[in-house]
Each structure stands twice: as C-alpha cells, then as structure tokens.
C-alpha cells in the first residue's frame, strides 16, 4: 500500500461527498491507496453517506466514534489504524488535485530517503473561486534538513497539504494535540519537520483549501478557537522545555511561533465581554513558558500573555488619542 488517506470529519454530509470525489479521481492510484475516514460521533447523515461510497469503493474504511473526541484525536486514531507507505491529511472540506497523486508519487520515486513533502495549495472562497496561495518557500523546488527548513522558511500549523513517510511518523512517536478543535495540528507540524532528515517543497497546487461555513475550524467568532489556539503554545513550550540541549535556532524559531500565535488572536480578543477576558485572563495565564522565551518576545506580545487586562485598557484608552493626535497633526499640517 502506498498512500493512506486520513479524513476526519464532524457532520460533514454537505462537503465530504466533494473531497471524496476528488480522491477517486486518481484513478491510477486507487488499487495502491486506502481512505479511512474517522466520523467523530457526527450526528448527520455523514456515516450512511460513507457507507454508500463503501459499496462501490471497498477501499474507503469507515470508523465510527460513539462520543465526539476531536480532530487530533480522529487524525491520531488513523495513524494507527493506516497501512500505506505514505500518509496524506485531508480534511472533510478539502479536495485533491486532479493529478496529486500522481505529481507526489514522482517526487517519492526521485526521492526516496524523504520524511516529509510539503506541496503548495489553492485557497477556495465562498463563490468557489479558486485562489493559488502566494505565501509559499520559494517558486521552485526546496529539499533541505527539516530543522533547517524549519529555520529558513518557518513552519504553518496544517497537515493538509503534505505528505508524510509512516515509519517516521511512527519511529519518532509524532501525534496530535487531543481534546482542542484548533490549534491541534501545530505541535505535529513542528515535530515532523524538527524530526525529518529530509524535507521537500514543490510548488505545485496538491489541494484546494475548501470553503465550508460548517467547519468546526472555520468559525468566524468562536471564543474557543481563540483559548485553544493560545492553548497550543503550552504544546510547544512543554515540547521545547524537554530538550536537553536548546540551541539558539530552536530559541528563535519558537519566539517566532508563540509570536505569531499571540499576534493573530490579540486583534480578535479585543471584542470580547469582560467574562470572555476574565476566561482569557485564565488561559493565558496557564501558559507556561521558559523565561528566555518570554523575555524575547516583542513588548506588546510580554504585556498581552502576563497583564491582558491592562493591555486591553490600554489599547481602548490609546485609540481616541491617536485620533486626537491624527486630526491636530493634520489641522497644523495645513
């Protein structure tokens, strides 16, 4: 077997039919490819939708968890459970490219000894307008040492758009955050590719990052989302505070990534209800980071995770005397 597709899905009836469509479209791959799909407790018709394709496809196997345990969880539990060569993420929202299969087994065949193969991917938005993301290494080909990949070009928390060698997987015992609908899949991107001997970039669209409303991961305002993707920096640090020995390129990329996270969800937090800050206060205040770590960070990052109420008051005081300042400054410019 040389590829197991992992699907976890979550009510997943409107999109799920699409991105399995997609996978029977590399039809020079399916006697060599398996598709597990995890159903974690979905309460549409997401199982008799699978039990159908079953019928025809039987190399699409259907798991089914009686209580919901969230996508780590599903995504772990296929790990397991997959007997391919190569393992490929896919959420139930995605789709494949006509000829991904294809393009990732010839890069496979040239390069045997990889452990991890980044692809480039196309963003989906709701009018089903395809976009190709510009945010990518390099326009070329990349092979590198994953740290030193990781190091060059950073390292973004999906698993969708990759593939992974299994036995690497396994040997080094990389696995998801449980328990969290965001932020789950970080600690598994940054172990595979601290881990990997050799890491690939093709920039070639593999996946269409797909536009699903439903999605447990795309919530627009989900207060959760915010706690659980702050959550995921205690993954890192817990990760990094067990290394015996931490060079600076591990100091510097793990500054990068808490920096990052606490950017992205300090905008966001600004909207919350004086309760929502005072659970924010909490979550924040849980994590737990190495002082050398902190003390790194940007000013405004150090304010934000140690006083999060003060920083919030200061930012709503500070806003009508920029714009105090804004108008005087161009009253007088005149």
């Not at 758009?161 to 965001?182: H, Q, V």
């Not at 598994?188 to 970039?201: E, H, I, L, T």
């Amino acid at each position: 077997m040389l590829f197991s597709i992992i699907i976890p899905v979550y009510n997943g009836e409107r999109s799920l039919p699409r991105t399995l469509e997609s996978i029977l479209q590399q039809r020079n791959f399916l006697d060599n490819t398996e598709v597990l799909v995890i159903n974690d407790a979905s309460v549409d018709n997401t199982r008799t939708i699978v039990e159908q394709y079953i019928k025809d496809y039987p190399f699409i196997r259907l798991f089914n968890f009686e209580k919901n345990r969230r996508p780590g969880s599903a995504r772990n539990f296929g790990i397991q459970e997959s007997s391919g060569k190569y393992i490929v993420f896919c959420d139930a929202d995605d789709l494949l490219a006509e000829d991904a299969l294809s393009v990732v087994s010839d890069c496979l065949d040239k390069n045997k000894d990889l452990d991890v193969l980044e692809c480039n991917y196309f963003l989906e938005n709701d009018r089903g307008h395809l976009t190709e993301n510009q945010y990518h290494p390099s326009a070329g080909t990349i092979i590198e040492k994953g740290e030193d990949y990781m190091i060059k070009y950073g390292v973004r928390g999906f698993t969708w758009a990759r593939c992974y060698r299994r036995d690497f997987i396994l040997k080094n015992n990389i696995r998801f955050s449980e328990g969290r609908t965001c932020g789950e899949d970080l600690i598994f991107s940054v172990k595979s590719f601290y881990y990997a001997d050799k890491v690939m970039f093709i920039n070639y669209p593999a996946v269409v990052y797909g536009y699903n409303p439903a999605s447990v991961s795309r919530k627009v305002v989900d207060t959760n989302k915010i706690y659980e993707d702050i959550l995921s920096i205690n993954d890192i640090s817990e990760w990094v505070s067990g290394m015996k020995i931490l060079n600076d390129n591990i100091r510097k990329f793990t500054v990068k990534i808490v920096d990052h996270i606490l950017r992205r969800n300090i905008k966001a937090s600004l909207s919350l209800k004086y309760s929502q800050w005072r659970q924010l206060e909490a979550v924040l205040g849980s994590i737990k980071l190495p002082i050398e770590i902190v003390k790194r960070l940007p000013f405004s990052r150090r304010c934000f995770l140690r006083c999060p109420h003060v920083f919030k008051n200061f930012v709503i005081l500070s806003k009508p005397l920029h714009s105090i300042a804004f108008f005087f400054f161009h009253k007088f410019k005149r």
